[in-house]
């Protein structure tokens, strides 16, 4: 029993002016408030419901994926180009300097208990070593390890936003942003990508959405679903924008390196020179290893903006969870100084190829227009709906390819973005080569040539 707070029960003998009679039993603390032992429930009966947060927190995919139709064609093998998992059909598995990591860090059997919430020091180290660069000079200090990329996104947009906050986040792109966002109260500000100039960032747009409550400009780079990778010139025009305004960014750069040969990828913070900036990034995407969860945010903020505050708030939010798996942390700084360039150069030569063909060949197909990506594994294809008036939109016309071709594309709506489809390039060459064949069988049993061209054939 709490001394502070000595609970006594004792008999009232006096009637009380709520009708109580004196024979009740109360318990009495020492400065005499008077508590029933026995309190009614105001429940009559079972009602016990879903939070806000439950019923706000939406994934868009899911609620366009599981409202659609898909009866694949019986007599046609599916082939998925949904899926944003490279390890869906085992043609691009992980190196094997990776593995070993894995094993020698379970066969030490050092790494079975807790870690710190922000992750080991010494893993935490290694990212810093691996990811650092005179522009942009990291510390273990300035990494906390996350339960794969999508928890550092979390944390981030919880260490910087209130409810009642905005954030501004691109579109198309990554349906989690929102997700996550709106379940804690969070508005989304979308600024539109140009693909016309390959996806880069309709800046005036971008700029004419920050107000007083914008407290984070999201940027992906490389692009999902896009497979965009924006230059040199276009990143410093954005950290500008965030400069004029003082607004941080969330850079999600989980498909950094990433990028086909030709094409120069820069980290936004090693070019920022004042605004401070929480990169996410992680092994699933380079590594090729996305159910291993191993993710993490790289603090960059030279000029001490962010202060004690916001590096103390990922603190704490970080030991909600207690962090990432430990076992992968072991195996961490190995797989980080030990997986040979090899891999990385086999990896986006695969992706590069297969963007290639399908590119090539959708570029032909009346009635679409792919876009080229640059890097990631993404290529997002639009639809001119006009030319295929038996489809009511983007979802209508992916239904019906899986109907009648067994070939899955996400509808762009998903993305916010409709009117275009997005292709995962992961898949074995030779699946991807037959989806296109059937991509363009579909089209040229459904498109309509412009009016003016039937005309011509008529006379």
Not at 109 to 117: I, R, V
Not at 168 to 173: E, Q, R, W
Not at 329 to 346: H, M, V
Request: include cysteine; hydrophobic fraction near 40%; charge should be negative.
């Amino acid at each position: 029993m709490n001394p502070e707070v000595d609970w006594q029960p004792v008999k009232l003998e006096e009637k009380r002016g709520d009708g109580m009679h004196g024979n009740g039993i109360h318990h009495v603390n020492v400065n005499g408030s008077l508590y029933p032992a026995k309190v009614k429930s105001r429940r009559q009966m079972w009602d016990v419901q879903p939070s806000e947060m439950a019923n706000n927190t939406l994934n868009p995919i899911r609620a366009i994926v599981d409202g659609m139709k898909l009866t694949p064609n019986p007599d046609k093998p599916m082939i998925a180009l949904s899926i944003g998992d490279p390890t869906v059909f085992g043609n691009l598995p992980t190196d094997d300097a990776v593995l070993q990591a894995m094993k020698d860090a379970i066969d030490s059997q050092k790494f079975n208990g807790y870690a710190p919430s922000v992750g080991y020091l010494q893993s935490r180290q290694a990212v810093a070593n691996f990811y650092s660069c005179p522009e942009a000079p990291l510390q273990a200090e300035d990494v906390i390890l996350t339960s794969g990329c999508s928890q550092a996104i979390e944390l981030v947009i919880n260490v910087f936003c209130n409810p009642g906050d905005n954030i501004l986040v691109p579109c198309p792109g990554f349906s989690l942003y929102k997700t996550l966002a709106v379940s804690m109260g969070i508005k989304v500000k979308l600024y539109n990508l140009l693909p016309e100039k390959s996806w880069e960032i309709d800046l005036q747009h971008m700029e004419s959405l920050i107000d007083e409550r914008t407290s984070c400009l999201i940027v992906t780079n490389p692009s999902n679903p896009c497979g965009s990778v924006f230059k040199k010139e276009h990143l410093q025009k954005i950290l500008k924008v965030a400069s004029k305004h003082c607004v941080p960014i969330l850079a999600d750069e989980i498909y950094s390196d990433m990028v086909f040969p030709g094409c120069n990828s820069s980290s936004l913070a090693s070019l920022s020179s004042d605004v401070p900036i929480l990169s996410c990034g992680g092994l699933a995407k380079r590594w090729l290893v996305p159910g291993w969860r191993m993710g993490w945010i790289l603090i960059h903020d030279r000029n001490n903006i962010f202060g004690s505050e916001i590096r103390q708030g990922l603190v704490k939010l970080s030991q909600r969870i207690l962090g990432a798996c430990t076992v992968v942390q072991g195996a961490l700084e190995s797989i980080l100084n030990n997986t040979p360039e090899r891999f990385y150069r086999d990896t986006i030569s695969f992706l590069q190829s297969n963007s290639e063909i399908c590119f090539n060949e959708l570029s032909t197909v009346p009635g679409l227009n792919p876009v080229m990506p640059s890097g990631a594994m993404y290529l997002m294809v639009g639809i001119e709906m006009e030319r295929f008036p038996d489809f009511k939109d983007d979802v209508d016309f992916t239904e019906r390819l899986v109907t009648e071709q067994s070939v899955f594309c996400l509808p762009a709506s998903a993305f916010e973005y409709p009117n275009f489809f997005r292709i995962v390039v992961t898949v074995p060459e030779e699946m991807m080569v037959e989806a296109c064949i059937r991509i363009r069988e579909f089209c040229q049993h459904y498109h309509r040539p412009p009016s003016s061209d039937c005309n011509d054939l008529d006379q």
